[in-house]
């Protein structure tokens, strides 16, 4: 009677129904980490590749599988230090953990034995939230090959315009060098590039109506992360 009369009580039911619910569900989140981690992994790689123009068939989403199979083929990562030098005691996990927070990561792509593009990663913060993206440049590490842009709280329509194609497209042959060879970066302005700045289309793309801070955060965020990088590109360009 007494067992009866305790599984009876609403508020011990109810609590083990929540603690039996909780325990299955945190079995399920451990059995599918792993599978988690996996696709955030291929998403990267396939951002990346988009960056540097592969795609799949008519601009689309490659399969995961061409994904992994391609990005190990033609990139490798490369850990540098605040001076641009190559880190090799360093892994990329540490840098990806935090563990090591003042070094950088360089995805370098390679086909037929010669370096064809560099690829940055890029962190700023948009109007409602952060955005972040893969940055391409050419082997002379001034023109750009292409970009990917992310910005999962951006309003629809509005700043979440950055992640579409039309406005990516943009960057594709901009240099982020002026003619003396310094460091201007590119700017996203607000309104028509070629009316705005004239005198240095080359350093700069039309920014998304009605998107003004979405569009001062990408400009920000090419600054902050290309001034990072230049010790790194800057050895590059030397070498």
């Known amino acids: 009677m007494q067992r009866n009369s305790f599984l009876k009580n609403p508020f011990v039911f109810a609590a083990l129904i929540c603690v039996t619910c909780s325990f299955v569900l945190s079995l399920c989140a451990e059995a599918l980490r792993p599978r988690q981690e996996m696709k955030v992994k291929v998403d990267i790689h396939r951002n990346i590749l988009r960056a540097v123009g592969i795609t799949g068939p008519d601009g ?3 399969g995961d599988q061409e994904v992994e199979k391609l990005f190990a083929e033609k990139l490798r ?12 005691k360093t892994s990329p996990e540490d840098v990806e953990s935090g563990k090591v927070s003042d070094r950088l990561e360089v995805y370098v792509m390679e086909e037929n034995g010669k370096v064809a593009a560099y690829v940055i990663p890029m962190k700023g913060t948009g109007l409602w939230g952060p955005i972040s993206g893969y940055l391409a440049l050419e082997p002379d590490c001034s023109t750009v090959r292409g970009v990917t842009f992310f910005a999962e709280k951006e309003t629809p329509g509005l700043g979440a315009e950055i992640t579409h194609t039309p406005f990516q497209s943009q960057f594709k042959g901009k240099h982020i060098l002026d003619d003396s060879g310094k460091l201007v970066s590119i700017k996203v302005v607000k309104g028509k590039a070629a ?30 992360c290309l001034e990072r990088y230049e010790p790194y590109f800057k050895k590059v360009r030397k070498s």
């Open 195 to 224: 009316e705005v700045m004239p005198d240095a289309l080359d350093h700069a793309v039309d920014g998304v109506s009605g998107a003004t801070l979405t569009s001062n955060g990408v400009t920000n965020m090419f600054s902050d």
């Open 60 to 62: 689309g989403d490659l």
């Open 77 to 88: 990562l490369v850990v540098i230090d605040p001076k641009g030098n190559v880190d090799e």
